[in-house]
Nanobody, 122 residues
Framework: QVQLVESGGGLVQTGGSLRLSCAAS????????MGWFRQAPGKEREFVAAIGGSGDTYYADFAKGRFTISGDNAKNTVYLQMDNLRPDDTAVYYC????????????????WGQGTQVTVSS
């Protein structure tokens, strides 16, 4: 089993920044992909970004140029730096992990965190 714990959410004004962290513990795999997803009120959960075991990254279109995903293998932690935040970025952000290649499909992720709330005020 893999346990994922997110942190770093909060309230920020439009144009501000936040850095989310996701600490993984338990069983780990060398070929592991870590991803971030989000769910806004009344909407389905959607893909944000992912990072593969070799450091390759993949972003949703809305995240390109504003969000940066990175990982620290020594700490088993993945980060999501979010800049120039907008009110429509308001959502619960979830960290997820899967064994295998990078993917944007939620169904391919085996482990999920509890989520952290991000609220962007206008």
């Amino acid at each position: 089993q893999v346990q994922l714990v997110e942190s770093g959410g909060g309230l920020v004004q439009t144009g501000g920044s936040l850095r989310l962290s996701c600490a993984a513990s338990g069983r780990t795999f060398s070929s592991r992909t870590m991803g971030w997803f989000r769910q806004a009120p009344g909407k389905e959960r959607e893909f944000v970004a992912a990072i593969g075991g070799s450091g390759d990254t993949y972003y949703a279109d809305f995240a390109k140029g504003r969000f940066t995903i990175s990982g620290d293998n020594a700490k088993n932690t993945v980060y999501l730096q979010m800049d120039n935040l907008r009110p429509d970025d308001t959502a619960v952000y979830y960290c997820a992990a899967r064994v295998g290649l990078i993917s944007r499909q939620q169904s391919r992720y085996d482990y999920w965190g509890q989520g952290t709330q991000v609220t962007v005020s206008s």
